[in-house]
């Protein structure tokens, strides 16, 4: 079983600044490519970067410049360094994660998509 668990969300003033992570736990051979996704209320989820197990990485156009996602993968780690948070940035922040484990359902070793449960940014004055 793995689990992925974001932190490091909350309260912030508008130009401030947040780093959150997102850990996996379990029976993990590898954490392959991670990506952050945020939703806010009444809008689609919507991917805000990516990084590669290489530490390729990519960013919304929203977000290029403010956000920088590292990875640490002693640690099975992806963090999320956001900075010059705007109002707009408010949402619930999840990380997704392709893990590769092994699967009680097919008894074999195999490259398998996680979500972690959430956790909430507000950016506010």
């Known amino acids: 079983q793995v689990q992925l668990v974001e932190s490091g969300g909350g309260l912030v003033q508008p130009g401030g600044s947040l780093r959150l992570s997102c850990a996996a736990s379990g029976t993990i051979f590898s954490l392959n490519s991670v990506g952050w996704y945020r939703q806010a209320p009444g809008k689609e989820r919507e991917l805000v970067a990516h990084?590669?197990?290489?530490?390729?990485?990519n960013y919304a156009d929203s977000v290029k410049g403010r956000f920088t996602i590292s990875r640490d993968n002693a640690k099975n780690t992806v963090y999320l360094q956001m900075n010059s948070l705007k109002p707009e940035d408010t949402a619930v922040y999840y990380c997704?994660?392709?893990?590769?484990?092994?699967?009680?359902?097919?008894?074999?070793?195999?490259?398998?998509?996680?979500w972690g449960q959430g956790t909430q940014v507000t950016v506010s004055s």
């Open positions: 997704n994660g392709n893990v590769r484990t092994y699967s009680f359902m097919t008894r074999h070793i195999a490259d398998i998509d996680y």
């Open positions: 990084i590669t197990s290489d530490s390729d990485t």
